[in-house]
């Protein structure tokens, strides 16, 4: 069969080139449910779930995983109420690709930083309980869609004044944002900070009655020379802040 319930360990780990799985369903685990780790090896994941991993005294269990020069590319999956990230790429292979949904994570819905050329197709995240998606120390980034609704409380100790953003972004630059849509956020719409170029085509923020301190759109801590479009923010105390050096 092809699902693993309550199994110690990680449900599906890749180590080696051109893995591919498709219509895999994980739960349960006490690690990481999907993970690529190690540079040459790749994995495509293709209409799958994972869901519920849980937390042990030392760690906690990422939906999706891709590490240490590990590249993934993911299409139609979703990950949901895992004890970590729904998705977390940090010092993951440069060129993965991810379209897919989270939902209800303890933490973040996208988490990647350190990649290089990550593409983002269509990504979803509702009710993630800190960034709906998080971008870090990265350059090169083209996402397509992006939409990221009800982000929660954060948990496990991470700082009040970023709970709930809907994406942000730090240290990335000459980056492409077709699309961002942020609804129902008690912290930023989008927060950049130290994020230099980038783009945003399209960008729809509506705080629907969550929360009243945190502005729509904040851009800090030596963001310069980024380009907004079509931009609409309704519903915040403040639209857009600008500190540091300035947008």
């Not at 020069?69 to 440069?94: E, K, M, P, R, W």
């Not at 933490?107 to 979803?124: D, H, R, Y």
């Not at 380009?227 to 050096?245: A, K, L, P, Y």
Request: proline letters at 2%.
């Amino acid at each position: 069969g092809n699902r693993s319930a309550g199994a110690q360990g990680g449900g599906l780990l890749c180590e080696a080139p051109a893995c591919a799985v498709s219509g895999v369903h994980v739960v349960g685990m006490t690690t990481n449910g999907i993970q690529v780790i190690g540079a040459g090896s790749s994995l495509t994941v293709v209409g799958s779930t994972v869901s519920g991993t849980v937390a042990s005294e030392s760690w906690s269990g990422n939906g999706i995983d891709a590490a240490n020069g590990g590249v993934l590319h993911v299409s139609g999956t979703t990950s949901t109420d895992n004890s970590g990230s729904g998705f977390y790429l940090i010092a993951a292979g440069a060129g993965c690709s991810i379209s897919g949904n989270s939902a209800d994570n303890r933490q973040t819905g996208l988490e990647a930083g350190s990649t290089g050329s990550l593409s983002i197709g269509t990504f979803v995240s509702d009710a993630d309980s800190h960034y709906g998606i998080d971008l870090s120390e990265d350059s090169g980034v083209q996402a397509n869609s992006i939409t990221a609704s009800n982000t929660g409380a954060a948990e496990g100790g991470f700082p009040v004044n970023t709970t709930g953003s809907g994406v942000a972004l730090f240290g990335v630059s000459n980056s492409t944002f077709v699309s961002i849509t942020v609804t129902g956020m008690p912290g930023f719409g989008l927060d950049v900070a130290r994020s230099t170029t980038n783009t945003f085509d399209s960008l729809t923020i509506a705080r629907d009655g969550k929360g009243t301190v945190n502005p729509g759109i904040n851009l800090d801590h030596d963001s310069a020379d980024n380009v907004f479009e079509d931009t609409s923010v309704t519903g915040t105390s403040v639209g857009v802040n600008i500190g540091g050096s300035g947008a």
